[in-house]
């Protein structure tokens, strides 16, 4: 198991060092039929210092280079195709308007705003015919320092955060790595403890990935090809090899019997569920629109998201209520209460996220509900590590692995006492 960590540590950092690729530091070369094409979204903070540069070259020389605040007055009509291409690039920001920026020039501009925090946004437009062909380079940056100058405003902070449960994730995965190996040694290393611990180190990587990508994104403005969303395809493999731990658990595997009850069923469940989770998250992906501030679950692919994950906590509620009612034992009938009660919450705990992000606003949105994610997260896999620690676990699980040491490995009384 360590050796296998180790590979795919080596993989995961041999693939952050061999794809950097530009993150707000723009540089790009598009070539467009249209008349109005969007470049680049950053959002100023209040702090003294922003700026934005810009460096191109245009085949078509009547493009030129508009900058928009996110006012209803200014991106609002942008925005909207339904305005003409004069009156979009009308309702640009009054300096890039008043003084026209050529996409054939370089110039600096200083961002200011005392009273909050802005969504800059950033196109090419000939309203005379197309846009045609523009290479550019776009660098856009915050005032302050290190931990914020890099980053939009809305983005500010999430290197802190990946920091903190980064350590967090250590300890715990160190903690499940111990604990894996004593029970492995001792003959009672369950499939349970094995998901679980495939779960931890799921979501480690997973914030490990986020943080070399943020840790880079800081230092230069460039951040890993890729790695945003290999980061978050792991949570997504962690969030539902969870579910699926969860529903194990609910339906007494382990506790109140020694195979588990209607394992097509299961599984058939767990692979649809599998394959719609990353289907939506290709969709997600591949429809996201750049200059958008919808949090993903106001989407159509993350409102469906959103109805199955409901959907696997009813039937979450329903197999845990069955095993409740059939358990005499009253150890297990209280594991199965706190448990129940515990999990519901996770459960609930994304469409409360949900409420979240549509009550704040759009420039601390992406901060507020990544914190409140990771936070859940965190707690939740530390909750369950400790509901199934052997010092804590031995009562309810000794009497079922008793029952039938052909299922899986015999996990005793004795083997838990003495790993610990």
């Known amino acids: 198991m360590l050796k296998q960590t180790s590979i795919l540590f080596t993989i995961l950092i041999a693939f952050l060092i061999c794809n950097v690729s530009n993150g707000m530091v723009v540089k790009e070369k598009i070539n467009s039929n249209n008349n109005f094409v969007f470049l680049a979204k950053f959002c100023f903070s209040t702090t003294p210092g ?3 540069s810009y460096v191109g070259t245009a085949a078509n020389a009547s493009t030129s280079i508009y900058i928009y605040n996110d006012w209803a007055s200014e991106w609002g009509v942008g925005s909207n195709s339904k305005y003409s291409c004069l009156e979009r690039i009308t309702a640009s920001t009054p300096q890039t308007n008043s003084s026209q920026l050529s996409a054939n020039s370089s110039r600096v501009l200083l961002p200011e705003d005392h ?65 894996a190996f004593k029970l492995y040694k001792s003959n009672a290393f369950h499939p349970m403890i094995k998901i679980l611990s495939g779960v931890i180190i799921l979501e480690f990587l997973s914030v490990f990935v986020l943080l070399c990508n943020y840790g880079s994104y800081s230092h230069n403005g460039t951040g890993g090809k890729g790695a945003q969303g290999f980061g978050e395809l792991l949570d997504l493999a962690a ?166 040491s052909e299922e899986y490995t015999s996990i005793t009384t004795k083997s838990y006492d003495e790993s610990f």
Request: aromatic share 16%.
């Open 115 to 179: 009273q909050r925090a802005h969504f800059w946004y950033v196109v090419a437009a000939n309203c005379e015919s197309e846009v045609g062909e523009v290479d550019f380079t776009l660098t856009l940056l915050n005032g302050g320092g290190l931990w914020s100058a890099q980053f939009s405003y809305d983005e500010q902070g999430l290197e802190a955060l990946y920091l903190v449960y980064f350590f967090v994730f250590l300890v715990l995965t160190a903690y499940t790595a111990l604990t």
């Open 239 to 404: 969030q539902l090899l969870f579910i699926l731990l969860l529903i194990l658990i609910a339906k007494g595997w382990a506790i109140s019997r020694v195979t588990i009850d209607e394992k097509r069923i299961v599984l058939g469940a767990m692979g649809v569920l599998t394959v719609l989770y990353f289907i939506m998250f290709v969709w997600i992906k591949a429809g996201e629109n750049p200059a958008a501030t919808t949090y993903m679950y106001d989407t159509v692919p993350g409102i469906i998201l959103l109805v199955a994950r409901s959907l696997a906590m009813l039937w979450f509620m329903w197999c845990g209520y069955n095993t409740y009612l059939e358990e005499t034992h009253p150890a297990k009938r209280n594991f199965y209460t706190v448990f129940g009660i515990a999990f519901v919450a996770w459960f609930l705990i994304l469409p409360i996220i949900c409420i979240i992000a549509a009550a704040v606003e759009p420039w601390v949105r992406e901060k507020t509900v990544l914190a409140f994610y990771v936070t859940t997260n965190a707690l939740a896999l530390v909750g369950v590590s400790f509901l199934l620690s052997p010092s804590r676990s031995g009562e309810y699980l000794a009497s079922a692995t008793k029952t039938s």
């Open 50 to 52: 922003a700026s934005l």
